[in-house]
């Protein structure tokens, strides 16, 4: 069974950066995602990154701003945030799709997930 682990998560300040990096136990072979969740809010998709990494697809919100990566070598995906805003601040997980191709925006279509790494945007 795939266990994703998060890190990086922290305090910024508007405008400031922070990069969230998520590390699988096994190669998955599948497209990764990263979610967030805000307190007393639906978790919402952020990006994605197909297995090949040729494929990528982001939130209208995070688009500009937030790129994301992965090394299948490493079994890592990471998420560099710049210009962060307030509404950045969430709970991130990063999750393996069941699809090795597929970007998609669905939580379902996501088969195992992280822990979650806390993200704060405070000045």
């Known amino acids: 069974q795939v266990q994703l682990v998060e890190s990086g998560g922290g305090l910024v300040q508007p405008g400031g950066s922070l990069r969230l990096s998520c590390v699988a136990s096994?190669?998955?072979?599948?497209?990764m995602g990263w979610f967030r969740q805000a307190p007393g809010k639906e978790r919402e998709f952020v990006a994605a990154?197909?297995?090949?990494?040729?494929?990528?697809a982001y939130a209208d919100s995070v688009k500009g701003r937030f790129t994301i990566s992965r090394d299948n070598a490493k079994n890592t995906v990471d998420l560099q945030m710049n210009s962060m805003i307030f509404e950045d601040t969430a709970v991130y997980y990063c999750?393996?799709?069941?699809?090795?191709?597929?970007?998609?925006?669905?939580?379902?279509?996501?088969?195992?997930w992280g822990q979650g790494t806390q993200v704060t945007v405070s000045s």
């Open positions: 999750a393996a799709n069941r699809n090795p191709s597929a970007t998609s925006l669905l939580d379902k279509d996501y088969e195992y």
């Open positions: 096994v190669r998955t072979f599948t497209t």
């Open positions: 990154i197909t297995w090949s990494g040729a494929g990528t």
